[in-house]
């Protein structure tokens, strides 16, 4: 049953995704193009100015940006479909391996910070909505608005001069571990940028839940379940919260997209070897191959989680099911 409830969406969802994420191709690949300098400039620096004809057209021949712009395009896209996403002159590797790398860091990252947003957004919000414009509301909506306006580069550089002058404590400066290799040290050096992505991901969380918590206490079922001696406790969660749990989701789902692709400036900081510092550095050195594969993955990476939340929708909440 439940195969056939999600059958007709799922397809239609799957053509939207693939529309997607042959757009975000298209323009990423000329968005690249547009931007001035090329591999060899970016190899070589002020260097390439003393190349003779013969040998730029060697290098340009070497990199492939010698054939027309359509031919790159749908050589690249031919390659993808093999699993060939490009090699890496950098590191010497190709991009599939780099990101074999770089992906379960970021992962990671994103899971330690979505984590530490529900912990702290949904109960603050939930205490908020408890009384409205109260202090406590007040209170609740004012760390909400900083965890907004307060940029996650300056609270991260923040926290990380005020530890290691103060106490000595830079778990980042002794070179990344991986959580295979040295668990409590990888979650040391995952603590300060999960906290940092975390406090800024809990305030649209809070801020949903609040809305969504006040939504639902005024409906009528909430009235009746009360009056019928429900204790507070389990009336605020198996029937305030388990109904607000739709919007809630929704913006999980989103921020855990986002922080896929956007925490390039959080792992750059904390020298974080994830796919965001990828992308960065392929673009830094003009690595066409690089850049458009990563960007890619990040894409179909966020529409893989978009889809499962529209599946989850399907389980949590029976009138989405009826819909």
Excluded: C
């Excluded at 799922?10 to 000329?30: D, I, P, Q, W």
């Excluded at 050589?75 to 490009?86: I, Y």
């Excluded at 507070?232 to 989701?249: D, E, F, K, S």
């Amino acid at each position: 049953m439940l195969r056939d409830l999600i059958r007709r969406p799922l397809v239609h969802r799957l053509v939207a995704a693939l529309g997607t994420l042959l757009g975000v191709a298209v323009f990423v690949f000329v968005m690249l193009r547009a931007i001035p300098g090329d591999q060899i400039t970016a190899g070589l620096g002020t260097e390439a100015a003393a190349l003779t004809p013969a040998q730029r057209a060697a290098l340009e021949s070497y990199y492939g940006i010698d054939r027309p712009l359509p031919v790159q395009f749908f050589s690249w896209l031919g390659n993808l479909v093999t699993g060939n996403l490009g090699f890496s002159s950098r590191a010497q590797t190709s991009v599939l391996d780099l990101t074999a790398q770089s992906l379960p860091v970021t992962l990671e990252l994103a899971v330690l910070s979505i984590v530490l947003a529900l912990v702290i957004g949904i109960p603050l919000g939930m205490l908020s909505a408890s009384r409205p414009n109260s202090p406590r509301d007040l209170v609740g909506q004012a760390i909400g608005l900083a965890g907004l306006s307060i940029p996650a580069f300056l609270l991260a550089t923040t926290l990380l001069s005020v530890l290691a002058a103060s106490f000595g404590w830079n778990p980042n400066g002794q070179g990344y571990a991986r959580l295979t290799d040295g668990p409590l040290l990888n979650l040391q050096q995952m603590l300060l940028p999960s906290l940092v992505l975390g406090f800024g991901i809990a305030a649209p969380i809070m801020r949903t839940t609040r809305t969504a918590v006040l939504d639902v206490r005024s409906q009528d079922f909430v009235r009746t379940a009360r009056a019928k001696g429900v204790p507070p406790r389990r009336l605020q969660v198996r029937h305030v919260l388990g109904n607000a749990l739709v919007p809630i989701l929704t913006m999980t789902g989103l921020q855990f997209g986002y922080l896929l692709g956007g925490a390039v400036v959080v792992e750059q900081i904390f020298s974080l070897p994830g796919i965001g510092r990828q992308v960065l550095l392929g673009i830094q050195q003009k690595e066409y191959a690089v850049v458009q594969s990563t960007v890619l993955i990040i894409a179909l990476a966020f529409v893989v989680v978009n889809l499962l939340t529209d599946l989850l929708y399907r389980v949590i909440d029976p009138r989405v099911r009826a819909a």
